[in-house]
Every structure is written in C-alpha cells, then in structure tokens.
C-alpha cells in the first residue's frame, strides 16, 4: 500500500485533516462521522457553518449507510457514472452528523474516480467530508501545490495525485424530492442524466425550495484580482480600453493574442469544454499571482457543453467584486 494512503488514513482516523486528490479538484477532508474532525475544515477554510459538505464514499455500495432513502434514479445514475464527478443528494442517515449537512436533513455523497481517492476511502473503511481545499470562495485546487499554498500547516498532510482530469467540481443532483435537479453544473451534464433516466432533470429550481449544497453561492471560485467576463467581440477593445486607463490587465481567453501592448499578460486556452475546464483554476491561479488590476475573461459560448464553465466564471466574477458582462 502507498505510504502516502497509510498516514493519511491513519490521520482520519485520529481527527485530523487530510487534502486528497480527486478527478475533479483536490479536497479538503476529514471523518465524516467526527464532527470535531469537520468542525476543522470550517476552521481550515474559514467557510460558514450552515454550507454543507459533500461525503466521498468508497462505492454504491455504502449509499444505504449514509442515505435512509436511496430512490431507483440514485441506484440508476450511481451504476452509470461512479466513480466519476457526480454528487447525490439524498435524505441523510443518523450517521451523518449536523456539521456535514448544517442543519439539513439531506446529504450530498460521490465516489471520485482517482486512484489515491479509492485507495484512500478503502484503507480509512469509512466516509471522507470534503469540500475543496481552498479557502472558502476562491479558486479551487487542482494540484497539490495549489493546496499548500493556499492552506500551508493548516493541513498536516496533502496527498499528491497530480493534476486533476477533470478540473472543475462535480454535477449535484438532487434527489431528495422527487424528481431529479441539477442544483450545479459540471462534466455529467443534463442529458447525460436524461440518457439515463428516460427523462430530462430539472435544471436549478425555485431557491426557496431546494437544498443547500457546495458551490452555489452568487458569489465563489475567485481570484484576488478583480475578474470580469467580456463578449468575444468586444474582448480587444475592453482590453485597449483598460490599458487607455492605466490599468495593468490579464486576459484568459480561447484564441492567442491579436496585438502586443504594453504588460498584457494573456494566456490561451483550448477551444473545447473539456480542455478548458481542466486547465482553468490554474491559469486563473496563474494570472492571479501577477496580480493584475483587472482580469478580462472572454466569456463562453452559450451552448450547453459550456454550461459547467460558466457557471464557474459567472461566480468567479461576482466573487471578484466584477459583475460579468450580459
């Protein structure tokens, strides 16, 4: 076994935090049967109370563990797409304690497709609470680095997996209430779940009746720098305008840059969903580090592929202090 999974097992089981990789961004984990234990991610992160954590378990076969009601659609969409980026909300068991789930009486459960995840939820024999391991509303982790830069002694040990494959966090799909809600966008989109369950989930849902999960709030997932979303089109005029203000200006965007003009530091991403979503909490990371007074992301393309990505960057704006362009 990976000396790496033994003590970070051996760490769990004693209370302690542990940053873990997963397909999607690495995670900040702890016993989620031990509120003691998750009340540390809440300190670690400086993230609210009332925000609940997702459960990472080992396999489908421990839902009825964590979950007192498990519906066929959960069992369905579980056999399809575990291990992968797909998170559950399900009513909860007694063994889920109130500072997972802040006060609700649902529970949101996944099994990651990494390797050193698996590993490690088989040698720990129980459920890991994980959020990202970030602090509470900025980017999210994709590499091990990012973790200790953002939290540094606050977590004892990081596990390191490389990059995630995926890069951005998990579709939540609520299925406490019948029929099944996208409450977060992701790689498994809605008509991979359609595919699946003979029929179209629905996508978000009136807020006052629908639970609190991670990653939803109006405002997350940003830089320091100051980040606004901008057409296309109007992406290089935005850009010289800035610059005509003095302003020191970072750009994110799917195409190399048309000019050079004074210190515009620019990157490039591809030109697809996929790709891009792997790479972009590292190169917002990146164009962070040099903090820029403002940072000019060109939005996405309003297709349904791209759905996961922007919700990312609408939020990364709000976050910022930058309300995005319509």
């Not at 999960?213 to 100051?226: N, W």
């Not at 003095?246 to 490039?268: C, K, Q, Y």
Request: proline share 9%.
């Amino acid at each position: 076994m990976n000396e790496q999974i033994a003590r970070a097992a051996a760490l769990l089981r004693a209370g302690e935090l542990v940053a873990f990789p997963t397909e999607t961004v690495y995670g900040l984990g702890a016993d989620a049967a031990n509120p003691q234990a998750v009340a540390k991610i809440f300190a670690a992160k400086g993230r609210p109370a009332d925000h609940p954590l997702i459960v990472h378990i080992a396999g489908a076969d421990k839902l009825d563990a964590w979950a007192r009601e498990v519906p066929d659609a959960a069992r369905a969409l579980a056999a399809a797409f575990w291990p992968g980026p797909l998170t559950l909300i399900l009513k909860r068991s007694a063994l889920v304690p109130d500072a997972v789930t802040g006060g609700q009486d649902t529970v949101g459960l996944r099994v990651p497709n990494h390797p050193l995840a698996l590993a490690l939820l088989a040698e720990f024999g129980g459920g890991v609470a994980a959020p990202s391991a970030n602090r509470f509303g900025r980017i999210s982790p994709t590499t091990a680095a990012h973790v200790r830069a953002e939290l540094g002694d606050a977590v004892p040990l990081v596990v390191d997996g490389g990059p995630c494959a995926v890069g951005i966090e998990s579709t939540i799909v609520d299925l406490s209430r019948g029929a099944p809600v996208v409450l977060r966008p992701g790689a498994i989109g809605a008509a991979d779940i359609a595919r699946v369950l003979g029929a179209s989930p629905v996508e978000g849902g009136p807020a006052g009746e629908r639970p609190r999960v991670s990653g939803t709030l109006a405002a997350h997932y940003a830089p320091s720098s100051p980040l606004r979303l901008i057409d296309g089109a109007a992406l290089e005029a935005a850009v010289r305008e800035a610059q005509a203000q003095g302003s020191r200006v970072a750009v994110l965007a799917r195409r190399p840059p048309p000019f050079v003009a004074g210190e515009l530091l620019w990157r490039s991403l591809a030109d697809d969903p996929a790709d891009y979503a792997r790479e972009l909490y590292a190169a917002l990371r990146r164009l962070d580090e040099a903090r820029p007074e403002l940072i000019l992301v060109e939005a996405p393309p309003p297709e349904a592929a791209w759905s996961a990505v922007a919700d990312r960057l609408q939020r990364a704006a709000r976050g910022s202090g930058e309300d995005e362009n319509p």
